[in-house]
């Protein structure tokens, strides 16, 4: 047994931790341990210290002060927290445009460091799986706007926040080996772990039969499965299981003379024709690329102005651990459209606003927004629950009939959260902060 370097602590600290004094001690940062000399020395603060040799060696090269906790059970003394938050690609060196797709990474760091602890991001080629270490980065802003990833050496994390921002990135053979490997590490938290697949949410959320009502009937797409949908529901949409950002999604509608009239939302809208349910398969094979795809009941959507829109919230874990709605928004669709996605050129609109259109008194606004609160805490428990993973934030896209009735269209474990917002700022804020809140609840801290 290696002996590195030595940690200091106060008698005070000793006996607010509780700790069983002997030579040596198990120290954990992230996923490193090593084993220390263990001084104690008197005073009336409760303090720490390690010895260089010992930081070194659990790699701790931060001015920001560890927090540290003993955990009796595996008998060692812990600092941190250390989060890791996992990327697709980031170069080692390069410069960021604050408005690029690099926003919210950048952002996210920025954040960090009013935070206890370390927080760096990473990928899974910068992983050594040899000494359970990682090249992390953590962004360094300039003078002139344009600042820079710098790289430093870090234990494997507490925690992984995973932010992988594609499902083709996803799909990589070098993320998903990686993903497993790190969820196998036994000090290791891991939260937001995959995309989700739109029917395997509808079977989970089947599980839990106070949201029966509130979700559209969905099936998996085959002729027969649109065929009998379209004979129950005048319109219907047809949306790829794995899809995001509105693409993809088809209307169709049946007239009485049984044609179907569709319009696929891609990057441009296009509207076309089939004879029947067999006749649009045929039709739109070349759209779906054989990809898996679902086909929902369409719903008598309320209008803004004659547009329809939806809400999107993005629901998130706290400090505590506890399940909060953090953003509320409305995205009123564009004229002429039924997407209101803001990538298909929706435009976003306060809450209140919306509420107040269709509701008038307070008390009836009141009730709704804790409707919607409730619904959404009982849809992320029941996917938590359902697929045995841990979840931090989930953007849910809800939709409102014209009598006020709820309905979910779309749950999100991976949603974007833009750094520009004609929204309120602190709420844009806390939506970053929240899951490095989270991440420090999960390491125990």
């Given at each position: 047994m290696k002996i590195v370097g030595k940690i200091f602590l106060s008698d005070r600290l000793v006996e607010r931790l509780g700790i069983t004094v002997q030579p040596l001690v198990k120290v954990r940062v992230g996923c490193l341990i090593v084993v220390a000399e263990l001084v104690v020395r008197p005073d009336t603060r409760a303090t720490y210290m390690l010895s260089p040799t010992l930081a070194q060696a659990l790699y701790i090269h931060q001015r920001k002060r560890m927090q540290i906790r003993y955990d009796k059970q595996a008998d060692m003394l812990h600092l941190g927290p250390t989060i890791g938050i996992l990327a697709t690609n980031l170069p080692n060196r390069g410069n960021y445009d604050p408005t690029s797709v690099q926003a919210e990474l950048i952002y996210l760091n920025h954040i960090s460091k009013t935070l206890p602890g370390q927080?760096?991001?990473?990928?899974?080629?910068?992983i050594n799986w040899d000494n359970l270490t990682v090249r992390g980065y953590s962004y360094r802003p300039s003078n002139q706007g344009r600042g820079?990833?710098?790289?430093?050496?870090?234990?494997?994390?507490?925690?992984?926040?995973?932010?992988?921002?594609?499902?083709?990135?996803?799909?990589?053979q070098q993320i998903k080996n990686a993903k497993t490997k790190l969820m196998q590490q036994p000090y290791l938290k891991y939260f937001n772990p995959s995309f989700l697949n739109k029917w395997r949410v509808h079977?989970?959320?089947?599980?839990?039969?106070?949201?029966?009502?509130?979700?559209?009937?969905?099936?998996?797409?085959?002729?027969?499965?649109?065929?009998?949908?379209?004979?129950?529901?005048?319109?219907?949409?047809?949306?790829p299981s794995n899809g995001s950002l509105g693409m993809g999604i088809i209307r169709v509608t049946q007239d009485r003379k049984n044609t179907l009239h569709y319009v696929v939302h891609r990057s441009k809208r296009f509207r076309s024709t089939a004879d029947d349910a067999a006749d649009f398969?045929?039709?739109?094979?070349?759209?779906?690329?054989?990809?898996?795809?679902?086909v929902q009941q369409g719903i008598d959507i309320a209008t803004y102005h004659g547009s329809p829109f939806d809400i999107r919230?993005?629901?998130?874990?706290?400090?505590?651990?506890?399940?909060?709605l953090s953003k509320k928004f409305v995205r009123v669709a564009p004229r002429g459209s039924s997407v209101a996605n803001l990538s298909s050129g929706g435009?976003?609109?306060?809450?209140?606003?919306?509420?107040?259109?269709?509701?008038?008194?307070?008390d009836?606004?009141?009730?709704?927004?804790?409707?919607?609160?409730?619904?959404?805490?009982?849809?992320?428990t029941t996917i938590e629950r359902a697929s045995q993973m841990v979840y931090g934030e989930l953007g849910l896209d809800l939709g409102l009939d014209k009598n006020g009735h709820i309905w979910l269209i779309e749950v999100n474990s991976k949603p974007r959260k833009t750094t520009v917002t004609e929204l309120s700022?602190?709420?844009?804020?806390?939506?970053?902060?929240?899951?490095?809140?989270?991440?420090?609840?999960?390491?125990?801290f």
């Open positions: 927080t760096y991001v990473f990928t899974p080629a910068s820079s990833w710098i790289s430093s050496i870090y234990p494997l994390p507490d925690v992984v926040y995973d932010r992988v921002s594609t499902r083709r990135g996803e799909a990589r079977e989970m959320l089947l599980t839990n039969p106070v949201l029966h009502q509130h979700l559209p009937e969905t099936r998996p797409l085959t002729t027969e499965n649109l065929a009998a949908m379209l004979r129950r529901y005048r319109t219907v949409y047809v949306k398969i045929h039709r739109t094979r070349s759209i779906r690329a054989d990809k898996p795809y679902i919230i993005i629901f998130q874990k706290n400090g505590r651990g506890e399940w909060q435009k976003a609109l306060p809450s209140k606003i919306i509420m107040r259109s269709m509701f008038r008194k307070a009836l606004i009141e009730e709704k927004n804790r409707q919607i609160k409730e619904f959404c805490h009982q849809v992320a700022k602190i709420v844009m804020r806390n939506a970053f902060k929240r899951p490095l809140e989270y991440s420090i609840y999960l390491a125990g």
